[in-house]
T-cell receptor, first 114, second 115 residues
């Protein structure tokens, strides 16, 4: 799987938008971009995923660059509960036989300032 | 739905002891996974099972064995624990989404210390 690069840490004020960047310059045409987050002392949880177009769900938005070499996870109004480590992961959609192995990097630790 | 459950939540072992970590899911998922997470690190895949009756090695399988007991349960066994296996262990299962991608659901983890 292609590699992703994320900042080690970011801070944001409560109730403000947060933009978490991810670079994936070696992404292939069949790679999906997935985001997971891990709250303190918990297992990771799925946030969002996309292929080419921007995506929205109840948790966040995913903005994907036109060349797909980077993406940004957007939390529209951060709360204290959003403090977590956020992981950007690429998954090859050709590999669809149930072995959805995820390769986690070290992610971005997001701190929310009250 | 309970989702993915893991037992025990905490465990302390002495070097050389053995134990089995249990995982169960009630979401009727075909695929299940075991990861470990060392302090300050991302998760690393130990073993996975794409369907009942099949298991495959992940990135760090040495020192572990797994059993896919049935569709719901996937256990991880440490035959002879070593201090290097001190870690937090996460079990996960996955479902196939509408666009043929898979979303993984994780359990709360087992914190294992080997002295």
């Amino acid at each position: 799987d292609a590699k992703t690069t994320q900042p080690n840490s970011m801070e944001s004020n409560e109730e403000e938008p947060v933009h978490l960047p991810c670079n994936h310059s070696t992404i292939s045409g069949t790679d999906y971009i997935h985001w997971y987050r891990q709250l303190p002392s918990q297992g990771p949880e799925y946030v969002i995923h996309g292929l080419t177009s921007n995506v929205n769900n109840r948790m966040a938005s995913l903005a994907i660059a036109e060349d797909r070499k980077s993406s940004t996870l957007i939390l529209h109004r951060a709360t204290l509960r959003d403090a977590a480590v956020y992981y950007c992961i690429l998954r090859d959609r050709k590999n669809n036989f149930g072995n959805e192995k995820l390769t986690f990097g070290t992610g971005t630790r997001l701190t929310i300032i009250p | 739905n309970a989702g993915v459950t893991q037992t025990p939540k905490f465990q302390v072992l002495k070097t050389g002891q053995s134990m089995t970590l249990q995982c169960a899911q009630d979401m009727n998922h075909n695929s299940m996974y075991w990861y470990r997470q060392d302090p300050g690190m991302g998760l690393r895949l130990i073993y996975y099972s794409a369907s009942e009756g099949t298991t495959d090695k992940g990135e760090v399988p040495n020192g572990y064995n797994v059993s896919r007991l049935n569709k719901r349960e996937f256990s991880l066994r440490l035959e002879s624990a070593a201090p290097s296996q001190t870690s937090v262990y996460f079990c996960a299962s996955s479902s196939r989404g509408w666009d043929r991608t898979y979303e993984q659901y994780f359990g709360p983890g087992t914190r294992l210390t080997v002295t």
